[in-house]
């Protein structure tokens, strides 16, 4: 026994060396700062949305709400038992799929369309054809040992799932199996999002990292740190070149790809609630983040500085979205009500 704690020790001594050289390496190609950089940059301003809509349907918690490729339907996910498909510019419900199990956390749209994907408490990403006469469930995929917490579509044949097993999973749809599985975070896994190209996506955990990892070779590439508590959403920033986390630490965080190292903390000192979602306007220059104060705060991206807020929800704010036309942001709450804002 003894045997095995010393030798715990000195590989706990070799992380630690290790760590500190990494650290030293990423300071040494440190040569500006974003604040220094930014700082010719015009000023955004107050920023101040109106609430147009309020999408009112759900009759418990919405947990996760995702944009449709069209940007104006909208597929939002409640733990009444209920997926709804909206049309955002009437306030119309166009689809209303119910579900085996209500504890249901994430949702997603396929880029097509034609699939949406759910999951949560079930362990399970249940995958249903939203265009066929009444909708129908075409997959159960139930590998993951915990809970649902993220899913994202690639195509009509190729899903992600992330999981409170501490894994992400890569799905073939038509056979309903897993085609990799991505291991290498400490803790459950909270979020994820795909680049643009559809070859990288980043997660974020519990263990307070963000990792980016490669769908081709399975591998993850890098490794962010910086958070001291769980990370709840993670973005892309639009040029691919970013990513942007948000946390129950209280803070939102940006950390650039290329150079390996956090360039911005978004953070208040009177704000002292946890991030529950994130989304960024089409510019990349606005960051709309949820947190446990019910409301949506407004960050400069460059700037680092809160320039608005979007109030009105009566509970947690606990999701955020930006359709692909920049023309708005939606927030989903625990009051079971949706908000469209531009």
């Known amino acids: 026994m003894a045997a095995e704690k010393a030798e715990c020790d000195a590989l706990k001594k070799e992380c630690d060396g290790l760590r500190a050289q990494i ?10 700062s974003m604040t220094a950089a930014a700082g010719g940059a015009s000023e955004v301003g107050r920023v101040q949305l109106k609430l ?33 498909v909206w049309d955002t510019f009437t306030g119309n419900k166009l689809v209303a799929v119910p579900l085996k199990s209500a504890w249901v956390m994430s949702v997603a749209l396929a880029p097509s369309g034609n699939l949406v994907a759910s999951g949560g ?24 040992t915990g809970y649902l917490s993220c899913c994202r579509f690639l195509s009509d044949t190729e899903i992600l799932t992330a999981s409170g097993d501490t894994t992400c999973c890569l799905w073939d749809l038509e056979t309903g ?34 990792k980016l990892w490669d769908l081709r070779e399975g591998t ?18 639009p040029d691919g070149n970013c990513i942007v986390t948000g946390s129950d630490d209280c803070s939102c965080k940006m950390y650039d790809l290329r150079s390996d190292q956090e360039l911005m903390s978004y953070q208040d000192a009177s704000l002292n609630a946890g991030v529950t979602s994130l989304a960024l306007s089409s510019s990349g220059r606005l960051i709309f983040a949820g947190y446990d104060d019910f409301n949506c705060h407004i960050w400069d991206a460059l700037k680092g500085e809160k320039v608005g807020v979007l109030s009105g929800h009566d509970n947690r704010v606990s999701c955020t979205g930006v359709p692909a036309d920049g023309m708005g942001v939606c927030t989903g709450s625990w009051d079971s009500f949706l908000k469209l804002w531009n």
Request: proline share 1%; aromatic share 6%; hydrophobic share 35%.
């Open 52 to 84: 147009r809509k309020t999408l009112k349907g759900h009759l418990a918690k919405i947990y996760s709400l995702h944009w449709a490729a069209d940007s104006r339907s909208m597929v939002s996910a409640s733990q009444d038992g209920k997926l709804l």
């Open 220 to 237: 993850c590439k890098q490794t962010f740190s910086g958070h001291t508590s769980d990370i709840n959403a993670i973005s892309y920033f």
């Open 177 to 210: 199996k897993q085609k990799i599985i991505f291991t290498n975070h400490i803790g459950d896994c909270m979020s994820l999002a795909l680049s643009s190209d559809m070859n990288t996506f980043i997660s974020g955990a519990c263990d307070s990292l963000a």
């Open 121 to 144: 408490l079930d362990n399970m990403c249940t995958v249903c054809n939203i265009k066929s006469a009444s909708p129908k469930t075409l997959r159960e995929l139930d590998a993951h």
């Open 23 to 32: 650290e030293a390496a990423r300071k040494a190609v440190n040569d500006g």
